[in-house]
């Protein structure tokens, strides 16, 4: 069964940097569509990116454009997430999702079926 695991969350500071590693279990994974989701203490869950695997199309919200970016490495069966220029409004716990139809990519959580347990990540002085 195909799991999603996360990692590299933690402590920064505002204006710091922080990568987040989604790795996926399955190897045959290359056409998988993944988002990166964050929640925040009382909010709700907000979409922040998501990548394409047949096409490496990208997309980002607003509140993320221009600051984080989304990757994947194919041989390490994981998705990165490089988030530069932090924020305090960026703390939150943070997942990653396999979309429920290849070729697509949203920033809809009910999009998604598959969801890992979450890194936290904490924008702090």
């Known amino acids: 069964q195909l799991q999603l695991v996360e990692s590299g969350g933690g402590l920064v500071q505002p204006g710091g940097s922080l990568r987040l590693t989604c790795t996926v279990s399955?190897?045959?994974?290359?056409?998988?569509?993944i988002g990166w989701f964050r929640q925040a203490p009382g909010k709700e869950r907000e979409g922040i990116s998501c990548?394409?695997?047949?096409?490496?199309?990208?997309y980002y919200s607003d509140s993320v454009k221009g600051r984080f970016t989304i990757s994947r490495d194919n041989t390490k069966n994981t998705v990165l997430l490089q988030m530069d220029s932090l924020k305090p409004g960026d703390t939150g716990i943070y997942h990653c999702?396999?979309?429920?139809?290849?070729?697509?990519?949203?920033?809809?959580?009910?999009?998604?079926?598959?969801w890992g347990e979450g890194t936290q990540v904490t924008v702090s002085s």
């Open positions: 999702a396999l979309h429920r139809y290849r070729g697509r990519c949203s920033l809809e959580p009910v999009d998604y079926i598959r």
């Open positions: 399955r190897s045959s994974w290359a056409t998988y569509d």
């Open positions: 990548i394409i695997g047949s096409t490496g199309d990208k």
